[in-house]
T-cell receptor, first 110, second 115 residues
């Protein structure tokens, strides 16, 4: 049973527009959420995180939103750039666990 | 350069071979992890070491044997693997205990192919 779900395997977005990547979780014990970005042939790199006491965290072009009642978080990238093309992993931690989603492949179209 | 280095980057081995994957971190972290990434599957945690002590073994078959001689080095010894063990093996490290609010830094991974 997947505790962290990224239901969209891939997403294509026009350069300059907003990219929205979604993530759902099932375990109420999770209290810290992270997004990682992964290029081919490289390990994942940390992008942005949010604590469960917040509902929004912003860092430059990246904003993560957390809706605890819906157990849903999303990553917004605006404006999207060609270098944003990568696989994005959502991760949730808490209850002595860190669980990753399957990832969403983002394609930024010229 | 993430500060976490994995060698080799690629490895092809037969099912009867013995090989080892190496991970080294220069970040002063005290926790290190092995993850497995198979196609179309989430990252799977294999082993956790905290201050050189193994604190988690996520039901990993005994043909995978980890070793952590010090806080900076982590090995994954491989023996009589199966073709389904072919995957990307990622090492990570973090400052702080497992499950704490901390980010993990990943190495580039070792692409393992078992033939």
């Amino acid at each position: 049973d997947q505790q962290v779900k990224q239901n969209s395997p891939s997403l294509s977005v026009q350069e300059g527009r907003i990219s929205i990547l979604n993530c759902d979780y099932t375990n109420s014990m999770f209290d810290y959420f992270l997004w990682y970005k992964k290029y081919p042939a490289e390990g994942p790199t940390f992008l942005i995180s949010i604590s469960s006491i917040k509902d929004k965290n912003e860092d430059g072009r990246f904003t993560v939103f957390l809706n605890k009642s819906a157990k849903h978080l999303s990553l917004h990238i605006v404006p999207s750039q060609p270098g944003d093309s990568a696989v994005y992993f959502c991760a949730a931690s808490g209850d002595d666990k860190i669980i990753f989603g399957k990832g969403t492949r983002l394609h930024i179209l010229p | 350069e993430t500060g976490v280095t994995q060698t080799p980057r690629h490895l092809v081995m037969g099912m009867t071979n013995k090989k080892s994957l190496k991970c080294e971190q220069h970040l002063g972290h005290n926790a290190m992890y092995w993850y497995k990434q198979s196609a179309k599957k989430p990252l799977e945690l294999m082993f956790v070491y905290n201050f050189k002590e193994q604190t988690e073994n996520n039901s990993v078959p005994s043909r995978f044997s980890p070793e952590c001689p010090n806080s900076s080095h982590l090995f994954l010894h491989l023996h009589t693997l199966q073709p389904e063990d072919s995957a990307l093996y990622l090492c990570a490290s973090s400052q702080g205990a497992w499950g704490a609010r901390t980010e993990a830094f990943f190495g580039q991974g070792t692409r393992l192919t078992v033939v």
